[in-house]
Nanobody, 123 residues
């Protein structure tokens, strides 16, 4: 079983920055594909960023150039550095692990999810 715990959310003004963290524990391989997803009020959950075994990263168009996903394998921790935040980035942010080395955006292929951390960006 894998446990994921997000932290680092909060309230910031537009243009500000935040760094989210996701600590993994339990039976997990630090090389597995991991990702960040978010769900805004009244909207479906969407993919934000993914990182695979090779360290290759993938981003949604809405965050490309502003967000950076990374991980520290020794600490089994996933990060999401967010810059130039916009009010439309307001959402609950979730980290997830796919349990395989390759990444797909399909949320159905991620069996492990954290409980989320709230990010609120005010204009």
């Amino acid at each position: 079983q894998v446990q994921l715990a997000e932290s680092g959310g909060g309230s910031v003004q537009a243009g500000g920055s935040l760094r989210l963290s996701c600590a993994a524990s339990g039976y997990t391989d630090s090389d597995y594909c991991m990702g960040w997803f978010r769900q805004a009020p009244g909207k479906e959950r969407e993919g934000v960023a993914l990182i695979d075994i090779d360290g290759s990263t993938f981003y949604s168009e809405s965050v490309k150039g502003r967000f950076t996903i990374s991980k520290d394998n020794a600490k089994k921790t996933l990060y999401l550095q967010m810059y130039s935040l916009k009010p439309e980035d307001t959402a609950m942010y979730y980290c997830a692990e796919r349990g395989t080395y390759t990444c797909l955006w399909s949320q159905r292929t991620f069996p492990y999810w954290g409980r989320g951390t709230q990010v609120t960006v005010s204009s």
